[in-house]
């Protein structure tokens, strides 16, 4: 068996693979790719995964990606490879700058969101991780929740007490809670 062969043959595999796990997805939408658009997103996916130092275990993010974006009104069949390309390079790198905990799905549905507001690949490909995961509604709600939570304290009588850092100035012989100072506990 001629090496080259050997080292090209769990390249096809991957393929083939990627190639009817993508197009299950697309079905939904009356899409599909063929074998060659299906080696070309393993190679741009092997790309981006190096580009970013990243290693992807289970459901691969083109499965994801195209699963939230199959029944776009924005996707069609004229280049529709070259945009699912596009679309998982734009995932790799929105993934790597938000922290593990984001689920890849909620990455996905954000992007669907953008591309369904602005009707384009390219604009949402060239956006920020921060605009595009303003369309995801858990996304903004965590946010807004931590952001909140931050400075909220809630005392024994369910009164809640929000503080804002930029009016706040800090004194230590201001009264605290019951009207001791600050410092009244510290040993000198």
């Known amino acids: ?9 769990p ?59 199959a029944t776009s009104p924005c996707l069609f069949q004229d280049g529709l490879a070259r945009d699912l390309a596009d679309l998982q390079d734009a995932f790799y790198a929105i993934r790597d700058e938000l922290p593990a905990d984001v689920p890849d799905t909620e990455i996905a549905e954000a992007m669907r969101g953008c591309l369904d507001a602005w009707g384009d690949v390219a604009t949402v490909t060239s956006m920020p991780s921060d605009e595009i995961m303003r369309f995801s509604a858990e996304y903004v709600r965590v946010a807004e929740a931590e952001n909140y939570e931050t400075y909220r304290i809630t005392d024994d009588e369910g009164h809640i007490y929000t503080f804002d850092p930029v009016k706040w100035d800090y004194d230590e012989q201001a009264d605290g809670w019951n009207g001791e100072g600050w410092a009244d506990d510290w040993d000198d």
């Open 1 to 9: 068996m001629d090496a080259n062969a050997w080292l090209s043959a």
């Open 11 to 69: 390249a096809r595999t991957r393929a083939n693979s990627m190639l009817a796990e993508v197009n299950g997805r697309l079905a939904a939408g009356g899409l599909s790719i063929s074998c060659e658009d299906a080696r070309m997103l393993a190679e741009r996916r092997d790309e981006a995964l190096r580009e970013t130092g990243r290693v992807e275990f289970g459901v691969p993010a083109i499965a994801i990606v195209t699963e939230a974006v």
